[in-house]
């Protein structure tokens, strides 16, 4: 299994502020995920980095990984009240059972 | 402790043929959530089971798919008369808990489906 290990474990930001998170992961990868859960609902996947990308966009979402530190990062720009929900990276593939680690809890006040 | 148990591995369906993917969820746990996963994509939520009761379905195609858990046995993700847009990786995540938040979700190994 590989496991992703998200940091903060809780951020609590203003409306219209950016918001950003870590995840780093221990072996190899192929490719890395972010997922967005509200309590009690499925994951919700966001965006997805290859190995071989340095940073991929989505909206208002940006991921940068850095592959020599295992590392990786989500920004929310212009955060909203909606936003708020916990966010988890991954890096499981068929064959590899997906791990997650305990996420980063959102908070976006109005 | 077994982990969450899925089958078969991998199915291989024909066109119209349908598919029955099982999956038998950790001792203890009544909560079942089924994901797929396309080739170079994330997984994608389909739809969360608590024992004889569908909690959210919001993620399930309209036509052809069902899923069902009933009070003995495991859960179910049926599709009917699939087509090769269904070939994929499905998996499914049992939680002994309400929340059921990311963690706490304990994935099986995935059933790789093949329609020709």
């Known amino acids: 299994s590989q496991q992703g290990e998200e940091d903060p474990q809780a951020l609590s930001i203003q409306e219209g502020e950016n918001a950003t998170m870590n995840c780093s992961y221990k072996?190899?990868?192929?490719?890395l995920q972010w997922y967005r859960q509200n309590s009690g609902r499925g994951l919700v996947h966001l965006i997805l980095?290859?190995?071989?990308?340095r940073e991929k966009h989505s909206g208002r979402l940006r991921v940068t990984l850095d592959t020599s530190k295992k590392s990786s990062s989500l920004l929310i720009t212009a955060s909203r009240a909606a936003d708020t929900a916990s966010y988890f990276c991954?890096?499981?593939?068929?064959?590899?059972?997906?791990?997650f680690g305990p996420g980063t809890r959102l908070s976006v006040l109005p | 402790n077994a982990g969450v148990m899925q089958n078969p591995r991998h199915l291989v369906r024909r066109r119209g043929q349908e598919a029955r993917l099982r999956c038998s969820p950790m001792?203890?746990?009544?909560?079942v959530y089924w994901y797929r996963q396309l080739p170079e994509e994330g997984l994608k939520f389909m739809v969360y089971?608590?024992?004889?009761?569908?909690?959210?379905e919001s993620g399930m195609p309209k036509e052809r798919f069902s899923a069902e858990f009933p009070k003995e046995g495991p859960s179910i993700l049926r599709i009917q008369q699939v087509v090769r847009g269904d070939s994929a990786a499905y998996f499914c995540?049992?939680?002994?808990?309400?929340?059921?938040?990311?963690?706490?979700?304990?994935f099986g190994p995935g059933t790789r489906l093949t329609v020709t």
């Open positions: 995540a049992s939680s002994p808990l309400t929340s059921g938040v990311a963690y706490e979700q304990y």
């Open positions: 072996t190899s990868i192929n490719n």
């Open positions: 980095i290859r190995s071989n990308e």
């Open positions: 991954a890096t499981g593939d068929y064959g590899q059972n997906f791990v």
């Open positions: 001792k203890g746990h009544s909560h």
């Open positions: 089971l608590q024992k004889e009761n569908i909690i959210d």
